[in-house]
């Protein structure tokens, strides 16, 4: 399916080589354990991890890396032949299994033991400026690090066979091999053999370690391997779940580049950890979204999606007359499965055009786009640890070990619960509501205390900050976090963007200016949403834009699909429905049947404002490269600038308000951020529970 070329297979032919002689050093000191103390050593990777800390610490202490080298080997080879010697020698002649259950307990305790006195992200060992360059056979690329190694076990090895060959103490090792007892009755000392025997076997695990550069090389070399690959696929699912099988890759780079910049904490190894940190979000929307919007006249998926609109709407009557059929709920469910199946074979049918590789994040760009009170908050996941990068108009700051991402989870999971108290509104608690909201503003400002404390200091003169949030803090409701004297609404604009580069897309790409508004409000199941439409239309009417509103059996698709096109505000209130089992056929639901994610993908919208006034509209899928399937990515698709999306059920009444105050300001001339930042803020003084006025989110930039 995919053309490599031949210098890409000789050059990973050649790092194969390299890697199988790090191996070879390896299975070599175990071989040397196994044949003299018939011990199987679980614990030999566990020396070799040694070895690699004994070489960072001596060429730290030194600054030589032929001294480093050599130390790892006598330093793992003393602390080898003191463990056979304390441990493992009482051992012998005993239960086979006690030297095995040794070993794995060694291999459980000693990185434990390295984790306390080092930390939890790996050291990082240069290699000499001799072994940076590279060596051309042809167009074939060769690390001189890489040959290095090479070179070096083929050293290695003929050493050893000659010590095993012709050396006395060798010829006594391999004679204790094969019959320990005829050694010892010529007056061996047969234990210290077995003792030096260990000794050399761990040295020489702890030779084959040490190689982060050249882990550096082997990580690039598959990602670009995977990148044009991945550039070939067509479609976004193929896409989406070629990246979720190689996000290893991907996470070692960024691992790397983190020691790096611990290492030297300058301007390009912080760029280089923010690229790599956004290397993974959100490629396939990336893509889409420099693609442009993809003309459709696929009949055969026409013909499914109005077969979807009839299924939909027979459900609906049966559900209102109290009794569902699961058989047409099936029906519904392998509809929806043969359309994705078509389009997905269609996609695979049409020829795939070499495509530019994607030359990731434009940094300078993004700053070029900030103002001098603009920020850009890139949060990131490595183990356990949050981690952000903050991008201002001077410069990029990294900021590691935030929280512990579990703690983080748990927070936030307090917090919802919270949250969740308001989920029918808010007269069915009134009584407590004002016990509910102090609850609700402590587990917040634990939250606070968490992912923004730590990086208040790089923030606090941003008016506006546009969050780029981890995977699995994509719901978080940044607005609502607490510290202690406001929340963060009332000290920020804020707005979300699934990358940094979809980001930047955003902040070039504003919306145009407000003043055609099509609503469409479904008032046969939620009766407030006619009235709402009909009131923003009229707030538009009243200004010198031009507001249209169709409500109840008139808010339908046909209706969206004939004006969406020329409206500047897109207005949609009615029923919503996220699907976590097929992101892709979360809906909004008008009076004709549902505007599912994967039709309004297919909307020729102008970039504007999207504002979708119903429940969960914000909620997304979530697979690997954190590619945020659900209908704010689909609007995004569509063509609109921002989407003003909901996180959680929005209260009815309250909602009114809100978008009277949200459109008010928009009328205004303020931009989209503005707007929503000041009716929140008005909100919270007479509805101070967070459930009530931070459920809106904005989506795509300012």
Not at 473 to 485: I, R, V
């Amino acid at each position: 399916m995919f053309e490599i070329p031949w210098n890409v297979i000789a050059m990973q032919f050649f790092f194969g080589i390299a890697l199988g002689c790090i191996f070879v050093l390896l299975s070599s000191g175990m071989s040397i354990i196994f044949g003299l103390l018939d011990v199987v050593n679980f614990a030999h990777g566990t020396f070799a991890m040694l070895g690699a800390y004994a070489v960072f610490v001596v060429i730290s202490l030194s600054g030589s890396f032929v001294v480093g080298l050599v130390s790892a080997v006598v330093i793992v080879g003393i602390i080898g032949m003191i463990v056979e010697f304390l441990f493992l020698k009482p051992l012998y002649g005993k239960d086979p299994l006690l030297p095995l259950l040794l070993t794995f307990g060694l291999s459980v305790a000693i990185p434990d033991l390295i984790k306390i006195i080092f930390g939890l992200i790996g050291k990082p060992v240069n290699y000499p400026e001799a072994l940076s360059g590279t060596l051309m056979l042809g167009s074939v690329i060769i690390p001189g690090y890489r040959l290095f190694i090479i070179l070096f076990t083929l050293v290695a090895l003929i050493s050893l066979w000659l010590f095993l060959k012709r050396s006395d103490l060798g010829m006594i090792i391999r004679a204790s091999t094969r019959d320990s007892l005829m050694v010892q009755t010529l007056g061996i000392n047969v234990s210290r053999i077995w003792t030096f025997g260990f000794g050399l076997g761990v040295g020489l695990a702890a030779l084959a370690e040490g190689d982060l550069p050249a882990a550096d090389e082997a990580l690039q070399a598959a990602v670009a391997q995977f990148e044009s690959q991945w550039q070939l696929l067509p479609g976004d699912e193929l896409r989406g779940a070629f990246i979720a099988q190689h996000l290893a890759p991907y996470q070692g780079l960024l691992a790397l580049a983190l020691q790096a910049h611990q290492r030297q904490p300058d301007a390009h190894t912080a760029a280089q950890v923010l690229q790599r940190l956004d290397a993974l979000r959100a490629r396939a929307l990336v893509e889409r979204l420099r693609q442009g919007q993809a003309s459709s006249n696929d009949e055969a998926a026409e013909a499914q999606r109005a077969s979807l609109q009839w299924l939909h709407r027979r459900l609906q009557r049966q559900a209102d007359e109290g009794e569902v059929s699961a058989s047409l709920v099936e029906t519904l469910h392998e509809t929806e499965r043969q359309l994705l199946e078509h389009t997905r074979r269609q996609r695979l049918a049409t020829p795939v055009a070499a495509a530019p590789a994607l030359a990731g994040l434009d940094l300078s760009a993004l700053q070029a786009a900030l103002g001098e009170h603009d920020a850009v908050l890139v949060q990131g996941r490595l183990g356990d640890g949050l981690l952000a990068c903050v991008v201002r108009r001077g410069g990029v700051q990294v900021v590691r070990g935030i929280a512990s991402f579990d703690a983080v989870l748990a927070a936030w999971r307090l917090a919802r619960f919270q949250l969740d108290a308001l989920r029918h509104g808010a007269a069915p608690v009134q009584a407590h509501l004002a016990t509910l909201s102090r609850r609700a503003q402590q587990r917040l400002q634990q939250l606070h205390a968490l992912v923004w404390a730590p990086l208040a200091g790089l923030l606090d003169d941003a008016h506006r900050v546009l969050v780029v949030p981890a995977e699995g803090l994509a719901g978080l409701p940044f607005a609502a976090l607490h510290d202690g004297l406001c929340y963060l609404a009332q000290r920020h604009q804020l707005a979300e963007a699934p990358s940094a580069q979809v980001a930047l897309r955003g902040l070039q790409r504003a919306p145009v200016p407000a003043r055609c508004l099509l609503a469409l409000g479904e008032s046969s199941r939620l009766h407030h949403a006619g009235d709402e439409a009909m009131a923003v239309a009229a707030l538009f009417n009243q200004g010198l834009g031009l507001g249209q509103a169709y409500v109840g059996d008139q808010a339908t698709l046909a209706h969206l699909l004939q004006h969406a096109g020329s409206a500047d505000v897109l207005h949609l209130a009615c029923h919503a429905q996220f699907r976590s089992d097929n992101p892709m056929f979360s809906a909004l639901h008008l009076h004709d049947g549902p505007l599912t994610a994967e039709r309004a993908e297919g909307l020729a919208l102008r970039p504007g404002v999207v504002v979708l006034s119903a429940c969960e509209t914000g909620l997304a899928g979530q697979s690997g490269g954190d590619e945020q399937v659900g209908l704010v990515r689909a609007f995004l698709v569509a063509g609109a600038a921002r989407v003003l999306a909901s996180l959680w059920p929005v209260d009815d009444a309250v909602t009114a308000r809100f978008m009277a105050h949200f459109y008010g300001a928009l009328q205004q001339g303020l931009s989209p951020a503005q707007a929503l930042g000041d009716a929140q803020t008005a909100l919270m003084v007479q509805h101070p529970h967070p459930a009530l006025w931070a459920g809106f989110v904005l989506f795509g930039g300012w």
